[in-house]
């Protein structure tokens, strides 16, 4: 492989990061636009290994800069069928990062790739990178027996891909619409992302798409077919632990073996009770707002802040890595589709902020009782802003504050009552008691503790006099 291309090629580069510092040009992200899509076609029609680039080619690009960039792949073979389309194209991922050199995150309509300057400086045209990255498919996936590729850096032709693909990628989705997890008895899983979150465990359903986006429950089943040992694999649903959560007994035992131990439960449908893990791929990231006891959702193309004042970059940095975080979640797209979106902890009826160009996105996903009552950076932009919007539109979450108020109150006054009536126990002969500061209130005649919503258990407790050294 070093012989016939200009740059390294290896799975040890996956994981590899192009800083800035270390840039030749940036391809997409977000600052730019970035494409990706595979489609299957009749032999005949393929001219097998073909690079063709639309727009500048690599020489022509100046350093530093960001271009618009879309990969179209053509692939045939006998073996070959649509339903392979989308189970290709997110191994475009792993293979490109297979060059050294040569970033690539995301996928579908949010790639993001960088160059960096020693590769770029071994090359003066993408095509041998198209031509590596068509014999790494070829070799790891056999039923591949003719392929082509188009990069295209042309903004307008772009774009005009990117229109096109948006389509192909709803009609995909559409496809489970029908078909739910209790329909089925194999859910599949995916470890694609390993490589950047090492404990990931993406788990796909019907109701549940992949965190990226590009793997539905028939994706799955066509990559377990054509390529048993591969990334996407089945896996055995087994008993129904809890319908509401989305907790199964196989479900868990993935979770175990591929986190290594790490997690042993997940719930494809809650936010907060062993939530599905999170890569760093996904589309969308929800987060908690404790001060309205509501869920917000920012996805990757929202460039402002959220009512907590963090950013999508900022909360997807602490959110991914493979991780369990309560308070954070990351999602595929998709499932806002789903009829089990975060069902556990009252699905749409506990969203109260998504961006407005998102909202927009997904307007067909969102139940019309609710769709106005869910705030956007238009309507709030910090906490404060968003509990009068949400009082205003007498949102489902707003009849939950008077309730857990009142919650609050009964338990104070329960504690301050037990706490008055504790026994104390009485140090021995000339113990001195130390002094303590005022906890709450108080005056010259003794000490008030007030403790709010605290567990406190004492196993056992002893106060002993402090001896002098003699």
């Given at each position: 492989?070093?012989?016939?291309?200009?740059?390294?090629?290896?799975?040890?580069?996956?994981?590899?990061?192009?800083?800035?510092?270390?840039?030749?040009?940036?391809?997409?992200?977000?600052?730019?636009?970035?494409?990706?899509?595979?489609?299957?076609?009749?032999?005949?029609?393929?001219?097998?290994?073909?690079?063709?680039?639309?727009?500048?080619?690599?020489?022509?690009?100046?350093?530093?800069?960001?271009?618009?960039?879309?990969?179209?792949?053509?692939?045939?073979?006998?073996?070959?069928?649509?339903?392979?389309?989308?189970?290709?194209?997110?191994?475009?991922?792993?293979?490109?990062?297979?060059?050294?050199?040569?970033?690539?995150?995301?996928?579908?309509?949010?790639?993001?790739?960088?160059?960096?300057?020693?590769?770029?400086?071994?090359?003066?045209?993408?095509?041998?990178?198209?031509?590596?990255?068509?014999?790494?498919?070829?070799?790891?996936?056999?039923?591949?027996?003719?392929?082509?590729?188009?990069?295209?850096?042309?903004?307008?032709?772009?774009?005009?891909?990117?229109?096109?693909?948006?389509?192909?990628?709803?009609?995909?989705?559409?496809?489970?619409?029908?078909?739910?997890?209790?329909?089925?008895?194999?859910?599949?899983?995916?470890?694609?992302?390993?490589?950047?979150?090492?404990?990931?465990?993406?788990?796909v359903s019907p109701d549940r798409v992949?965190?990226?986006?590009?793997?539905?429950?028939?994706?799955?089943?066509?990559?377990?077919?054509?390529?048993?040992?591969?990334?996407?694999?089945?896996?055995?649903?087994?008993?129904?632990?809890?319908?509401?959560?989305?907790?199964?007994?196989?479900?868990?035992?993935?979770?175990?073996?591929?986190?290594?131990?790490?997690?042993?439960?997940?719930?494809?449908?809650?936010?907060?009770?062993?939530p599905h893990t999170s890569c760093g791929?996904?589309?969308?990231?929800?987060?908690?707002?404790?001060?309205?006891?509501?869920?917000?959702?920012?996805?990757?193309?929202?460039?402002?802040?959220?009512?907590?004042?963090?950013?999508?970059?900022?909360?997807?940095?602490?959110?991914?890595?493979?991780?369990?975080?309560?308070?954070?979640?990351?999602?595929?797209?998709?499932?806002?589709?789903?009829?089990?979106?975060?069902?556990?902890?009252?699905?749409?009826?506990?969203?109260?902020?998504?961006?407005?160009?998102?909202?927009?996105?997904?307007?067909?996903?969102?139940?019309?009782?609710?769709?106005?009552?869910?705030?956007?950076?238009?309507?709030?932009?910090?906490?404060?802003?968003?509990?009068?919007?949400?009082?205003?539109?007498?949102?489902?979450?707003?009849?939950?504050?008077?309730?857990?108020?009142?919650?609050?109150?009964?338990?104070?006054?329960?504690?301050?009552?037990?706490?008055?009536?504790?026994?104390?126990?009485?140090?021995?002969?000339?113990?001195?008691?130390?002094?303590?500061p005022m906890m709450s209130g108080g005056?010259?005649?003794?000490?008030?503790?007030?403790?709010?919503?605290?567990?406190?258990?004492?196993?056992?407790?002893?106060?002993?006099?402090?001896?002098?050294?003699?």
């Amino acid at each position: 492989m070093a012989e016939e291309f200009p740059f390294e090629i290896s799975p040890m580069f996956e994981g590899e990061r192009v800083r800035k510092e270390g840039m030749f040009v940036e391809l997409g992200g977000p600052k730019s636009v970035g494409l990706e899509l595979v489609r299957a076609a009749p032999m005949d029609e393929i001219e097998d290994d073909k690079v063709t680039i639309i727009g500048p080619d690599l020489k022509q690009l100046e350093e530093g800069k960001t271009y618009p960039w879309a990969m179209i792949f053509n692939i045939g073979g006998e073996l070959v069928e649509p339903d392979l389309e989308s189970v290709v194209e997110r191994r475009v991922h792993d293979f490109i990062n297979y060059c050294q050199g040569i970033m690539h995150l995301n996928q579908r309509y949010d790639v993001w790739m960088r160059i960096s300057k020693d590769t770029a400086g071994k090359m003066d045209s993408f095509e041998p990178f198209g031509k590596a990255v068509m014999m790494l498919f070829k070799s790891e996936l056999p039923f591949i027996e003719k392929m082509q590729v188009t990069f295209y850096t042309d903004q307008a032709e772009v774009e005009k891909k990117l229109a096109e693909a948006k389509d192909i990628f709803k009609a995909r989705d559409a496809r489970t619409k029908d078909l739910h997890d209790e329909d089925v008895d194999v859910f599949y899983g995916c470890t694609l992302c390993q490589s950047f979150a090492p404990t990931n465990v993406c788990v796909v359903s019907p109701d549940r798409v992949s965190l990226c986006g590009a793997i539905n429950w028939f994706d799955g089943r066509a990559a377990a077919k054509v390529d048993p040992e591969g990334p996407q694999f089945s896996i055995d649903k087994g008993e129904v632990l809890d319908s509401k959560t989305g907790e199964y007994s196989g479900v868990n035992e993935i979770a175990k073996k591929l986190s290594s131990g790490e997690f042993d439960k997940i719930k494809l449908h809650s936010f907060f009770d062993s939530p599905h893990t999170s890569c760093g791929c996904f589309e969308v990231v929800g987060f908690y707002i404790p001060e309205v006891d509501g869920i917000g959702w920012v996805d990757r193309e929202y460039q402002g802040m959220a009512p907590n004042g963090i950013g999508f970059s900022t909360m997807a940095g602490q959110t991914g890595g493979g991780k369990q975080i309560v308070g954070f979640l990351g999602v595929g797209i998709n499932y806002f589709y789903s009829p089990k979106f975060i069902q556990a902890d009252g699905g749409w009826n506990r969203v109260v902020w998504l961006p407005a160009k998102f909202k927009d996105k997904i307007t067909d996903a969102i139940p019309a009782d609710i769709k106005e009552k869910i705030a956007t950076e238009n309507d709030a932009s910090d906490i404060q802003s968003l509990k009068a919007f949400l009082q205003d539109k007498s949102h489902p979450v707003v009849a939950n504050w008077a309730a857990a108020e009142e919650e609050e109150e009964e338990e104070e006054e329960e504690e301050e009552v037990a706490v008055a009536a504790a026994p104390m126990m009485m140090p021995a002969a000339g113990f001195q008691m130390p002094a303590m500061p005022m906890m709450s209130g108080g005056s010259g005649s003794g000490i008030k503790l007030t403790f709010k919503n605290a567990k406190i258990t004492i196993d056992r407790m002893i106060i002993s006099e402090k001896k002098e050294k003699k």
